[in-house]
Protein backbone atom coordinates (compact mmCIF):
# COMPACT_ATOMS: atom_id res chain seq x y z
CA UNK A 1 0.00 0.00 0.00
CA UNK A 2 1.45 3.09 -1.03
CA UNK A 3 0.95 6.79 1.00
CA UNK A 4 -1.56 8.04 -1.13
CA UNK A 5 -3.97 4.60 -0.22
CA UNK A 6 -2.69 5.25 3.98
CA UNK A 7 -4.23 8.75 3.35
CA UNK A 8 -6.96 7.85 1.78
CA UNK A 9 -7.70 5.18 4.72
CA UNK A 10 -6.71 7.92 7.39
CA UNK A 11 -9.34 10.19 5.88
CA UNK A 12 -11.92 8.12 5.52
CA UNK A 13 -11.03 7.19 9.53
CA UNK A 14 -11.39 10.93 10.63
CA UNK A 15 -14.32 11.61 8.68
CA UNK A 16 -15.98 8.88 10.40
CA UNK A 17 -15.72 10.26 13.61
CA UNK A 18 -16.87 13.79 12.28
CA UNK A 19 -13.24 15.08 11.97
CA UNK A 20 -13.81 18.90 10.96
CA UNK A 21 -11.72 21.06 8.24
CA UNK A 22 -9.26 18.17 7.11
CA UNK A 23 -6.43 19.16 5.29
CA UNK A 24 -4.34 17.07 3.01
CA UNK A 25 -0.77 18.85 2.02
CA UNK A 26 1.86 17.32 0.26
CA UNK A 27 5.46 17.56 1.51
CA UNK A 28 7.04 14.59 0.03
CA UNK A 29 8.78 17.24 -2.43
CA UNK A 30 10.23 19.55 0.60
CA UNK A 31 10.86 17.13 3.15
CA UNK A 32 12.29 13.69 4.11
CA UNK A 33 10.10 13.25 6.90
CA UNK A 34 6.79 11.52 5.20
CA UNK A 35 4.82 11.98 2.09
CA UNK A 36 1.52 13.56 3.24
CA UNK A 37 0.54 15.96 6.36
CA UNK A 38 -3.31 15.10 7.04
CA UNK A 39 -4.11 17.83 9.60
CA UNK A 40 -7.86 17.76 11.25
CA UNK A 41 -9.76 19.51 13.57
CA UNK A 42 -12.13 17.96 16.80
CA UNK A 43 -14.49 19.51 19.12
CA UNK A 44 -13.45 18.17 22.49
CA UNK A 45 -10.63 15.56 24.10
CA UNK A 46 -13.32 12.58 23.70
CA UNK A 47 -13.59 13.46 20.08
CA UNK A 48 -10.06 13.93 19.16
CA UNK A 49 -9.14 10.50 21.11
CA UNK A 50 -11.95 8.93 18.90
CA UNK A 51 -10.62 9.58 15.86
CA UNK A 52 -7.05 8.95 16.95
CA UNK A 53 -8.09 5.07 17.97
CA UNK A 54 -10.13 4.97 14.85
CA UNK A 55 -7.08 6.29 12.35
CA UNK A 56 -4.81 3.68 14.16
CA UNK A 57 -7.56 1.21 14.11
CA UNK A 58 -7.52 1.77 10.38
CA UNK A 59 -4.37 1.58 9.66
CA UNK A 60 -3.29 -0.90 11.93
CA UNK A 61 -6.10 -3.80 10.55
CA UNK A 62 -4.67 -2.47 6.70
CA UNK A 63 -0.94 -3.68 7.95
CA UNK A 64 0.42 -0.23 8.56
CA UNK A 65 0.85 -0.01 12.41
CA UNK A 66 1.44 3.82 13.74
CA UNK A 67 5.03 3.99 14.39
CA UNK A 68 4.39 7.07 17.24
CA UNK A 69 1.65 8.68 18.35
CA UNK A 70 1.74 11.59 20.97
CA UNK A 71 -0.36 13.83 23.03
CA UNK A 72 -2.99 11.32 23.50
CA UNK A 73 -3.45 12.35 27.03
CA UNK A 74 -4.28 15.65 26.45
CA UNK A 75 -5.37 15.55 23.73
CA UNK A 76 -5.44 19.19 22.08
CA UNK A 77 -2.75 18.05 19.45
CA UNK A 78 -2.11 14.41 18.51
CA UNK A 79 0.75 13.65 16.17
CA UNK A 80 0.45 10.25 14.75
CA UNK A 81 3.33 9.09 12.72
CA UNK A 82 2.87 6.17 10.06
CA UNK A 83 6.44 6.83 8.31
CA UNK A 84 4.72 7.34 4.85
CA UNK A 85 1.90 10.05 6.40
CA UNK A 86 1.76 11.83 9.54
CA UNK A 87 -1.59 12.41 11.01
CA UNK A 88 -2.05 15.92 13.28
CA UNK A 89 -5.62 15.93 15.26
CA UNK A 90 -5.74 19.29 16.96
CA UNK A 91 -8.69 21.04 19.29
CA UNK A 92 -8.98 24.29 17.58
CA UNK A 93 -7.55 26.62 19.87
CA UNK A 94 -4.44 24.87 19.54
CA UNK A 95 -4.90 24.03 15.54
CA UNK A 96 -5.22 28.50 15.02
CA UNK A 97 -1.72 28.53 17.48
CA UNK A 98 0.34 26.03 15.39
CA UNK A 99 -1.09 27.24 12.32
CA UNK A 100 0.66 24.17 10.48
CA UNK A 101 -0.90 25.16 7.22
CA UNK A 102 1.31 28.24 6.93
CA UNK A 103 4.07 26.58 8.54
CA UNK A 104 3.62 23.86 5.79
CA UNK A 105 2.86 26.33 2.83
CA UNK A 106 5.85 25.30 0.81
CA UNK A 107 3.99 22.12 0.00
CA UNK A 108 0.93 21.69 -2.31
CA UNK A 109 -2.59 21.19 -0.26
CA UNK A 110 -4.60 18.31 -1.66
CA UNK A 111 -8.20 18.52 -2.30
CA UNK A 112 -9.64 15.45 -0.71
CA UNK A 113 -12.77 14.81 -2.38
CA UNK A 114 -9.86 14.24 -5.61
CA UNK A 115 -7.80 12.16 -3.67
CA UNK A 116 -10.78 10.17 -2.13
CA UNK A 117 -11.70 9.57 -6.00
Do not use: C
Amino acid sequence: MDSKEMAKLAITALEDKKAEDVKVIDISNISTIADYFIIASGTNKSQIQTMTDNVAETLGRAGHPEKHIEGYQNANWILMDFQDIIVHIFDKENRLFYDLERIWRDGVEIDKENLLQ
